[in-house]
């Protein structure tokens, strides 16, 4: 199985792939995750990714397509994967199109989960002091301006893969403003 999570910051993209995982024993491939281990780690493309993420920004086409490219090599993905987070730009998808024909692989889902952009703020706030009370440390791109400028860069650069993805008949779309059940069940129905 290999899936593809789209929709724009807190629409429940993380939620729901850890979901899966478990059900499907495939990985999740969060870009997000990736970049900030490498961030934690100071590696070269940490140092380069820092700042781009703090301000809300994309990282460039170039280092995502290189980590997931590699990623997929990987042998827990040989059962399949869950793409979160990427591809975020058209670039990025057309490179994704064109590693998995180069590794003999084929998509199955693309599913979209649709959001009321007011109700993502206070999914961010929640998620805010959700961490902080657990004793953590709260995302630094979770903060109200770059917030602000992730749902910008969503909208401009992201956004277009709908329409990317509809072309090829491969999108289907959720209802993220459930509760995360039933999203989960619904996002079953369509992988069933
Ligand atoms: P990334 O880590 O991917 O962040 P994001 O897309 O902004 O998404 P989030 O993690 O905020 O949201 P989510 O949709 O996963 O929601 P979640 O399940 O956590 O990217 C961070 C940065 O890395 C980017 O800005 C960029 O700089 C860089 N980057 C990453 N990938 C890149 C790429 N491909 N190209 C270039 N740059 C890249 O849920 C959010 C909250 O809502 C949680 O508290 C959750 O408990 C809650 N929640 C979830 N579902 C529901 C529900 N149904 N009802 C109520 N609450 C819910």
Not at 58 to 80: F, H, M, T, W, Y
């Amino acid at each position: 199985m290999r899936l593809i999570f789209l929709g724009p910051p807190g629409a429940g993209k993380g939620t729901q792939a850890k979901l899966l995982t478990e059900r499907y024993g495939i990985p999740q491939l969060s870009t997000g995750d990736m970049l900030r281990a490498a961030v934690a780690q100071a590696t070269e493309v940490g140092k380069r990714a820092k700042a781009v993420m703090d301000a809300g920004q994309l990282v460039s086409d170039e280092i995502v397509n290189e980590i997931v490219s590699d990623r997929i090599d990987q042998p827990d993905c040989a059962k399949g994967f869950i793409l979160d987070g990427y591809p975020r730009t058209v670039p990025q998808a057309v490179a994704l199109d064109g590693m998995l024909a180069e590794k003999g692989l084929k998509l199955d889902a693309v599913i979209e989960l649709k959001v009321d952009e007011a109700a993502l703020v206070r999914r961010m706030e929640n998620r805010v002091a959700e961490t902080v009370a657990a004793g953590g440390t709260a995302r630094s791109d979770d903060n109200p301006e770059a917030f602000r400028r992730r749902l910008e860069e969503y909208r401009v650069k992201t956004a277009p893969l709908s329409e990317h993805y509809a072309r090829s008949g491969r999108l289907k779309t959720v209802d993220g403003m459930a509760d995360v059940d039933t999203v989960t069940a619904d996002i079953q129905k369509i992988l069933a």
